[in-house]
């Protein structure tokens, strides 16, 4: 059980492009969901946190217009790369909080 | 405020070694949690442990066994006869009350046939 799923798993697009990426609880409903952002061999570093139905909560010094965050039900959020350029090319990843948190396998986003 | 340091940036041993990561945490908040994810080349968080802060006992499962000190806010975790396929980079993370987990820089461990 507690299983997290995202989509895609990698993703190619060009500068100035939006991408969408998507973080799906499988087996449980999660009310808090997280996206984390991890560059090469460094760490995880805490983007958002995300709740059902209100307004995610952004950590210092992320953009939130830049990056929109919907958690439009207990199973599904997404967060929304706006205008995408070679700097926000990283790994992507969300985790869904269950009593604890479970992580997603990760998006890989590269910006051309 | 939280933190966590994996001062050992990178290790590699020889394959049947046995090799211990450090991990030293801060926080002011007295239920916590502790936990230690290795993330192989493919990316994905593989979860490993979870500890809470009232309890103290050392944990052992199959070669991996884990460390953990209060009194020096230590949480390390030693993996024995070490293996190519424990080749990963570990991740030592701190949670609490707002269970957000902040994660250490990571120690990528490389064992070598």
């Known amino acids: 059980g507690a299983v997290v799923s995202q989509h895609p798993s990698w993703v190619i697009c060009k500068s100035g492009t939006s991408v969408k990426i998507e973080c799906r609880s499988l087996?449980?409903?999660?009310?808090?969901m997280f996206w984390y952002r991890q560059f090469p061999k460094q760490s995880l570093m805490l983007m958002a946190t995300s709740n059902e139905g209100s307004k995610a909560t952004y950590e210092q010094g992320v953009e939130k217009d830049k990056f929109l965050i919907n958690h439009a039900s207990l199973t599904l959020s997404t967060l929304t790369v706006t205008s995408a350029h070679p700097e926000d090319s990283s790994f992507y990843i969300c985790?869904?909080?269950?009593?604890?948190?479970?992580f997603g396998p990760g998006t890989r986003l590269t910006v051309l | 405020a939280q933190k966590v340091t994996q001062a050992q940036t990178e290790i590699s041993v020889v394959e049947k070694e046995d090799v211990t990561l450090d991990c030293v945490y801060e926080t002011r908040d007295t239920t916590y949690y502790l936990f230690w994810y290795k993330q192989p080349p493919s990316g994905e968080l593989v979860f490993l442990i979870r500890?809470?802060?009232?309890?103290?006992q050392n944990e052992i499962s199959g070669r991996y066994s884990w460390n953990f000190q209060k009194s020096t806010s230590s949480f390390n975790f030693t993996i024995t006869a070490s293996q190519v396929v424990d080749s990963a980079v570990y991740f030592c993370?701190?949670?609490?009350?707002?269970?957000?987990?902040?994660f250490g820089t990571g120690t990528r461990l490389k064992v070598l046939a």
């Open positions: 500890r809470n802060s009232f309890d103290e």
């Open positions: 993370a701190l949670a609490s009350g707002t269970y957000k987990y902040i």
């Open positions: 985790s869904a909080r269950h009593n604890e948190q479970f």
């Open positions: 087996d449980f409903q999660a009310t808090t």
